[in-house]
């Protein structure tokens, strides 16, 4: 009788179903959680997270949560997902990048919206499915990288317009005016 040996890594990772170098599904939840509901106000019950504790910084604190909302939205592609969920999750993104650069609005608007536990819930729904898992295709790169593209081409206006709006903002109090 031949001992088994373990199987190593790069062998594991090609017979899984979610493609090396991804977070697992937890994770990917943990993620999203930290992002959106993390922390509680007692007594109201309402739970925020660190996007809108970083859209309090103007432009950088929306451009860092952008990015973690990109890395939810690449890691659904990798697994597979369908163009179609692709672009419900763009559209959450989308949502949150536009209304989420209205200083102090946006950030409001955060800890109602929660679109990274949205993003995850509809990356989830698509795993609990057999039938919705499909080979990637070269075009779903591509799709991806037109989703990516314009989203960070509405974040690039809405960080250019917050800055215009801050910079306006601050020549009108100004007592030099």
């Known amino acids: 009788m031949t001992p088994t040996r373990p199987l190593e890594p790069e062998l594991i990772d090609k017979r899984s179903a979610v493609p090396a170098g991804t977070l697992d599904l937890e994770q990917l939840k943990l993620l999203a ?10 007594g109201l019950r309402l739970r925020f997270g660190l996007d809108a504790i970083l859209g309090l910084l103007p432009g950088i604190g929306d451009l860092a949560s952008s990015f973690v909302s990109l890395y939810i939205l690449q890691e659904a592609q990798r697994r597979g997902v369908s163009r179609v969920t692709l672009t419900r999750m ?6 949150d990048l536009l209304v989420g650069s209205i200083p102090l609005l946006g950030d409001a608007f955060d800890v109602v919206w929660k679109s990274n536990q949205k993003n995850v819930a509809l990356l989830i729904q698509h795993e609990s499915s057999p039938e919705a898992r499909r080979r990637r295709k070269i075009g779903d790169w591509f799709f991806l990288a037109l989703l990516i593209a314009i989203l960070m081409t ?7 317009l917050t800055f215009f709006m801050v ?3 601050a020549r009108w109090l100004s007592p030099d005016r």
Do not use: K, Y
Request: glycine share 4%; hydrophobic share 50%.
């Open 90 to 95: 763009s559209f959450n993104t989308l949502v």
């Open 33 to 42: 959680r930290l992002m959106d509901s993390a922390f509680e106000i007692p």
């Open 167 to 169: 910079s306006s903002l």
């Open 154 to 160: 509405v974040l690039a206006g809405s960080l250019t």
